[in-house]
């Protein structure tokens, strides 16, 4: 039987030394360097949709946009559209209607939620959205996402931003194949401080997802790492074809 190909599903996060992604009370979640700033630009332009949570959507001036002129002719060199697919997760359909990236029509915006979602609130996310997707009963069914985004938007490298339930919902189902990582020289402390993955997590360490380190570099006071995903056999499983990282385009 052939097995249904999925995207190439690659995560960026920047956190500081403690592993936070995020002040305890939230009210800090950007503190990147300039560089860090050009790294995001540049791995977004690079992919065909860049995706991110509710809570990372209300809680600052975040478009998931692509950035300077410069980052748009990048792609259309490598044959991409001029702008990516923006996709925002909300199991329950709670998202600001409010919020700056519905400010900024210039790329189609997707909307994936739940059966949690009551309908009133899926038909006022519609007016938000290209298309609102529901996605399983009570949690997203992130394989079968994954293989409609696929089929029905083209997208075949997909860009995830946090937040941290997000991250843990993706590596749970066994989904990411490469994990772009930036150490940044702070500390934050907090017990509630957000960190890179969070949710249910792993119950045991044979749970843990493995990760291979692909490359390490310093620039300024700031390092930059790459880790390639171990084994994802969650999504195998189900009869999903996960994109190699040499090769997904």
Known sequence: MKKTALPFLFLNMAMTADGKIATA???????????????????RATADAVMCGARTVDSDEVHLGPGAPKYRRQRLRHGLAEHHLRVVVSG?????????????????????????????????????AEEVRVCGEKEIDWPDTLAWLRRQWRVKRLLAEGGGELNDA???AGLVRELHLTICPLVFGGRTAPTVAEGTGAASLADACPLELQSLRRVGAELFLVYRVGPAQPARKHGFRLASPRNNR
Request: hydrophobic letters at 40%; charged letters at 20%.
């Open 25 to 43: 009370n939230r009210a800090i979640s950007s503190f990147g360097s300039a560089r860090d700033q050009a790294h995001l630009y540049e791995l």
């Open 92 to 128: 329950s359909g709670t998202i600001n209607p409010q919020a700056a990236i519905f400010q900024q029509r210039f790329s189609p915006i997707i909307i994936l939620t739940t059966e949690r979602a009551p309908r009133r609130r899926q038909a006022a996310l519609r007016e938000l």
């Open 170 to 172: 993706l590596f749970r």
